[in-house]
């Protein structure tokens, strides 16, 4: 017996969808049949987006949202629900990362890492969990995904890549404690913690030599692509996920076992 993944009917707000594993993300639910509402600071990046979505017969809506401004989360989830209706499932996508050794980091470094790869991840969660908490009271058989895209580097240390490496710690973290607390009303949060992909964000480094001499220390010597996480993400937005909650999927070519 064949099982066919099924999103019609289903709202998906994702954020950090102008670039890399976000865009990616958005078109690949936008397929499966859900209507996304696309979020993130660069609406032009988002206009763009939508009008390929719609191209291929997929419903969008966009929402401009900044995730270390706590007023730009409230404002943009309601905006999202105004729009598109109730969200079913939150992909909590956006995040930054750069390179720096820990006695170089500067507190405003520090403070922007963490604002927008946890904190802010903290708040666009709490925000749609509160919607999802509400409807779930008057109908307990509603069921609500929220993915949170954590990294191999949060399960492990990496070189020059400290705080980022904290910041997605926590997020793991964060992932079990929101599934502990908000599992009985029908919210089921996991993480995919993906390795090294290779995204347009991250070309020009891994064609250059140190991002060739990285490459040459993973396990398998290559680089992920975007659409390798496509049935992870699927699978964890799915209803057909009921049973998964609290779960920490490495999508990493066995990095994080090295």
């Keep these: 017996m064949g099982i ?36 993130a600071r660069r609406i032009d990046r988002l206009k763009e987006l939508r009008a390929e979505i719609e191209a291929g017969g997929g419903a969008a809506h966009m929402v401009q949202l900044d995730v270390s401004d706590y007023a730009s989360i409230k404002s943009a989830i309601a905006h999202a629900e105004t729009e598109a ?57 509603l069921q609500h995904r929220i993915v949170n895209i954590a990294s191999v580097a949060g399960m492990r240390a990496l070189p020059d890549l400290g705080i980022y490496c904290m910041s997605k710690a926590a997020l793991i973290h964060m992932t079990k404690s929101m599934a502990i607390e908000w599992g009985k009303y029908g919210i089921n949060v996991n993480a995919i913690c993906p390795g090294y992909i290779e995204t347009e964000m991250n070309k020009n480094y891994f064609d250059g030599e140190a991002g060739k001499k990285l490459i040459h220390t993973l396990p398998r010597n290559r680089l992920g692509l975007a659409e390798d996480l496509d049935g992870i993400l699927l699978l964890l937005a799915a209803e057909e996920s009921r049973f998964l909650n609290g779960a920490i999927v490495s999508a990493d070519d066995g990095l994080s076992v090295q």
């Design 85 to 141: 209706g109730p969200i079913d499932i939150l992909i909590n996508n956006a995040g930054v990362g750069s390179m720096q050794r820990l006695l170089d980091v500067t507190p405003e470094q520090y403070a922007y890492t963490m604002d927008i790869n946890q904190r802010g991840a903290f708040f666009v969660a709490q925000e749609a969990a509160r919607r999802m908490v509400a409807r779930a009271k008057g109908d307990p058989k």
């Design 4 to 39: 066919e993944v099924n999103f019609e009917g289903k709202i998906a707000l994702i954020t950090g969808a102008s670039s890399g594993l976000g865009t990616r993300f958005a078109k690949v639910l936008a397929r499966a049949g859900a209507q996304v509402v696309l979020a």
